[in-house]
């Protein structure tokens, strides 16, 4: 896609001036709002087409079809390759998804910080620090955007964390909005971006409190006016309250539509006088703006159609793509033993593997919530073993451990229809009179029912369920809003709450935890009233999740099952990890622990057999507390579609794990800066100001010996070790420091280095500004060298890493003093470093 030239542009808003005046007030008001779910309104007589959007973090769902879409792995472990070329080649292939899709508009990515590791979506974001969240999704939105898709960057501003996530007030002082939060947002501003997303929440920065679709002076006065923002502030899904407040905060385009406020009042505000028809005029500009950027209005200059993504994409190279990512994003936390790759997989020695953990049999592949996609394909670590192991090897699988609370989902082939006698679910649909309305039997139950009516009120699920094997069963419903649930006449689970569109923004309807009731056989009759659910702007559904749980082992059986395999093998492969009910948007987590019994799997596996290699299977920080008992540790994050063939490349030899870590990673819970972000009294108060993560932590042991993490900021041990040689100022410049860093490759295998350089103001700089962090990312560069070989790279450091906000003038300063450049592995793992000097 060729990029417009200033007559282009200048031709372009030319031509949008004119259309904005050649329009009708009701078809203005029309643009400005949702023509359903996912799209705006077109208009044929101005040779607009409707602008199709939809979610992305993690793939590109197919919006109206519900096609399969490339599952890629989490955001946090793109952010853990460190590597911005790689951000680049995953927004071209968001832009192929996209197309591929009919989607015009991904709403993606997720620039928020993880402010606190207990964070909901903290695996939609990329990390704990501004910077490296902005490197790597200006690669990743500037590739799209010139393949023709646009991203919608979210979720503006300060919406890190999800409890009350609707309501809550974000109390943020100015100066850490612009030095932190804002950050990423200004980047991606200054590189072009062509829409944001509101969030629900709200915004003190202790001038204004307001939410955030309401706050003039942070959409409009911050992102528009100060920042030049072009292109279209988009709602986030229902979070639009009001219509004068949003229309003067900044508010372009309110989704889903048509229903909500503006739907109905928008039109009205104006023709009273509540809204400016200027200002109307200036969201419709946006609008039609973003649409001719996208090829979807005709005017002079509209970008050519860019077929090349999708010629480049093929199945077999998204795939392939996707298998290195997230091996190469794989953390080496601890390889004591030196067990990756495994030993003599190189070589063709056999080797028998014990492959333990219940998420080695069910990998946890994507995190929960609006980012959910369905894959072609799934890719499975013992499917993927087995394949690439030498012959005569052997992988002995076996779960040992219970990770998720939910039984599996009840098959229906069991069930029998109790009216009828005919196989499957009994389906009775009943309307607000109580009269049942229609039924069918089911033989296929997927948990959703979606075919309703404005009158509907109640699904009625009946079945007589069998239960073949001998011995306790259990056996229940997992649901939202208003139900009963018995069985055999005994009641499971009651509830009289209401649901409307507030569990689908807290996502509580996608994996509703089940009430069970333990059964035995041979039949019993299951019998559950499930509210249909009218959600506010979205379509109508019912949730029911039918579960049953067989008799079996007992969880101490699973565990004496697991080491006996692990003491049997060459090699015990533990996969431990968070589940879908842990880590999803909606709610955030409690705690860091990982989820029920895989701590004492790994400790039984490890006395069982030292040859041991744990992965994690999780996108936030869990803890860890059997670290320094396990030889070898490797972070495998939500992998995608790809998990199993990637963790296998890592374990075979064939791709280098050379992640580094985004974020910190604690040893305690009790030693987390930011521990929880529950709203009191309706305000998350963000106390720890500049200090987000790893500046947290080195506040702690800059002032005393505070306690350290489990890993640092930044670290990851690749397959061979470095070599720090040199560190030398190449420019000393304030407006751009550049650092020179040589690097030698002192271990056996080829590997890639990512060089980070971190700024460090000294004493009297910080005695000056008691706030300012003692340590922070100033930039990092990615470097590849053979064994023995030396590589070196001049690492610029941005102007921006040396200034802080002065909130009085309005404006970013470079204090004087002096600054020292640090180079190294991880935040605490400096090797050498220069010093430049501001002058007054």
Not at 111 to 131: A, I, K, M, W
Not at 170 to 182: I, K, P, S
Not at 247 to 272: I, S
Not at 527 to 535: E, F, G, I, R, W
């Amino acid at each position: 896609m060729s990029l417009p030239t200033a007559t282009d542009r200048t031709a372009v808003e030319a031509a949008l001036d004119a259309l904005v005046a050649a329009l009708t007030l009701d078809e203005k008001t029309g643009l400005v709002v949702g023509a359903d779910l996912w799209a705006t309104r077109g208009l044929e007589r101005i040779g607009l087409d409707p602008v199709v959007m939809s979610d992305g973090p993690v793939g590109v769902r197919d919006p109206y079809h519900g096609g399969a879409s490339a599952m890629l792995p989490a955001p946090s472990a793109l952010a853990a390759t460190w590597d911005v070329a790689l951000a680049a080649r995953t927004g071209d292939l968001f832009a192929a998804e996209a197309r591929r899709h009919g989607v015009h508009l991904v709403l993606a990515p997720q620039v928020n910080l993880q402010r606190t590791p207990v964070g909901g979506r903290h695996f939609e974001c990329y990390s704990e620090d501004p910077h490296l969240t902005a490197e790597v999704a200006v690669a990743l939105v500037s590739a799209a955007q010139r393949a023709g898709t646009g991203m919608c960057v979210k979720h503006y501003v300060a919406n890190d964390s999800e409890t009350d996530r609707t309501r809550y007030l974000a109390r943020v002082d100015a100066r850490t909005l612009r030095e932190v939060y804002l950050a990423p947002f200004e980047r991606l501003v200054d590189a072009g971006s062509w829409s944001v997303m509101g969030a629900y929440s709200g915004v003190d920065d202790g001038a204004t409190a307001a939410p955030a679709l309401e706050h003039r002076p942070l959409l409009t006065g911050v992102l528009k006016d100060e920042w030049g923002f072009d292109g279209l502030v988009v709602s986030d899904w229902v979070a639009t309250r009001t219509v004068a407040a949003a229309v003067r905060g900044g508010l372009d385009l309110q989704m889903p539509g048509p229903d909500g406020v503006w739907g109905d009042g928008l039109r009205d505000a104006v023709l009273a006088g509540d809204v400016a028809e200027a200002d109307l005029d200036d969201k419709v500009r946006r609008l039609l703006r973003l649409a001719h950027r996208l090829g979807r209005l005709d005017l002079p200059g509209t970008p050519a159609s860019d077929a090349a993504p999708a010629q480049r994409w093929t199945p077999g190279a998204r795939a392939t793509f996707l298998r290195e990512l997230a091996a190469r994003a794989t953390v080496v936390l601890k390889d004591d033993a030196g067990l990756v790759p495994l030993p003599g997989t190189e070589e063709g020695a056999p080797l028998r593997v014990a492959l333990l953990g219940a998420n080695a049999v069910a990998p946890f592949f994507q995190g929960g919530g609006s980012s959910l996609v369905t894959p072609d394909r799934l890719s499975y670590p013992a499917d993927a073993l087995v394949a690439a192991l030498p012959d005569g090897s052997h992988v002995d699988v076996v779960a040992g451990s219970r990770a998720l609370r939910n039984p599996a989902p009840l098959d229906p082939a069991r069930c029998t229809d109790p009216v009828t006698g005919e196989p499957g679910l009994r389906l009775e649909l009943l309307g607000v009179d109580g009269a049942v309305r229609r039924t069918e039997t089911r033989t296929t139950w997927d948990g959703w029912y979606a075919d309703l009516g404005a009158d509907d009120a109640v699904l009625r699920l009946r079945a007589r369920v069998r239960l073949d094997e001998p011995g306790a069963h259990e056996l229940g419903v997992g649901t939202v809003g208003v139900h009963r649930v018995a069985v055999d006449a005994e009641v499971v689970s009651t509830g009289d709450v209401v649901a409307t569109e507030d569990v689908i923004l807290a996502s509580t309807h996608n994996h509703p935890v089940a009430r069970t009731v333990t059964v035995t056989g041979p039949e019993v009759e299951l019998t559950a009233d499930l509210q249909v659910v009218h959600p506010v702007g979205y379509d109508r559904f019912v949730r029911g999740q039918l579960v049953h749980r067989l008799p079996g082992a007992t969880p101490a059986e699973d565990l004496a099952a697991a080491e006996a395999a692990a003491r049997a093998a060459d090699v015990a492969v533990v996969v431990v990890g968070t589940t879908h009910e842990v880590e999803s948007e909606g709610f955030d987590r409690p705690d860091l622990d990982l989820p029920g019994n895989q701590d004492e799997l790994v400790r039984r596996v490890v006395a069982a057999n030292p040859r041991t290699v744990v992965v994690v299977n999780a996108g936030a920080p869990v803890l860890l507390p059997w670290l320094d008992d396990v030889p070898t540790v490797l972070w495998g994050w939500l992998a995608g579609q790809e998990a199993g063939a990637a963790l296998t490349d890592v374990l075979t030899g064939v791709t280098e794990p050379g992640g580094r870590l985004p974020w910190t990673l604690p040893a305690r819970f009790e030693d987390v800066p930011v521990p929880h972000a529950v709203p009191v009294d309706g305000v998350v108060d963000y106390v720890e100001g500049l200090d987000v993560g790893y500046r947290g932590w080195s506040r702690r042991t800059h002032a005393a010996a505070g306690p350290a993490p489990a890993a640092p900021f930044g670290h990851g041990l690749g397959w061979t070790t470095w070599r720090y040689d040199d560190v030398t100022l190449v420019d000393g410049s304030a407006a751009g420091p550049v650092v020179r860093v040589t690097v030698t490759n002192t271990g056996t295998r080829h590997g890639r280095e990512v060089v980070q350089v971190y700024v460090e103001p000294d004493a009297a700089v910080l005695a000056a500004d008691p706030q300012r962090p003692v340590r922070t990312l100033g930039a990092f560069a990615v470097v590849e060298a053979d064994p023995g070989s030396t590589s070196t790279v001049d690492v610029p450091v941005p102007a921006r890493a040396l200034q802080v906000w002065d909130v009085a003038a309005g404006t970013w300063t470079t204090p004087p003093g002096r600054y020292r450049l640090r180079a190294g592995r991880s935040v605490t793992d400096l090797r050498g470093g220069v010093e430049i000097t501001v002058e007054h």
